[in-house]
């Protein structure tokens, strides 16, 4: 690990918006199935580590481990890309919300795969060429994110990598994990500084585009033109925003 971990710089307070949503993690742990040793990477804070199994987290940042609670699982300083453990020394590895932040991640999933007889990972697919438009945040207000994504590698890549089968995974509209798109049907979430700081797109696109967005936004949500736009949506409990499983 060479440069500064971003969540050294953007991770404090990440525990005010990012918790384990239950339903989530109810798909996480069903596809961990009977793994006894499970090792988490890219753990963070903690969310969707299961109680009832023997976990060990890996986490690269310091202010991220620093908020582990009182009890966590222990924690290993360390990165996807190099995992210090042996060949297939776990049940099961899971990652969540993580990989899109790593450098290498075809090298991360790989690692994985050689410690861990089962690999189960959350993540966003931004690789088919609908994404854009699936999301009225991205395809109305903020489209920088789509160079957030660029070269990396896609999701189908990624699976054939570790031969893991590709799961949709219906996001609630009342998530209580508030990563970028959990709050697709309360839009002035988006509004409020905090829930923001707790989703690193914004920080990454930048203070011009993100105070664009929420301003316009803002506008829109007042005039009614966000509503009228987003009408359909406003009527279903959960929503396809390309969230996956891959499980291998
Ligand atoms: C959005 S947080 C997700 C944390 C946790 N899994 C969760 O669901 O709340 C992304 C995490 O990935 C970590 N991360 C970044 N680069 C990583 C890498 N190369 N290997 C492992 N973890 C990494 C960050 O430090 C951060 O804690």
Known sequence: MTAQPLYDSIG??????????????????????????????????????????????VEPSALMRAQRPAGAAPCVAAAAESLPFADQSFDAAMAVSTVHHWPDPIAGLLEMRRVARRVVVFQFDTSETAWRRRFWLTRDYLPEVANLVRGRPSLARQARAIGARIDPVPIPWDCVDGFFEAYWRRPEAYLDERVRRGISVWTRVGPGPEQRAVQALAADLASGRWAERNQAILAIDEAELGARLLVA
């Open 12 to 57: 404090a307070g990440y525990t005010a918006t990012r918790q384990t949503d239950p339903r989530l993690a109810a798909r996480i742990w069903a596809a961990l199935g009977d793994a006894r040793t499970v090792l988490n990477v890219g753990a963070g804070t903690g969310s969707y580590e299961p109680t009832d199994r023997d976990v060990t987290a």
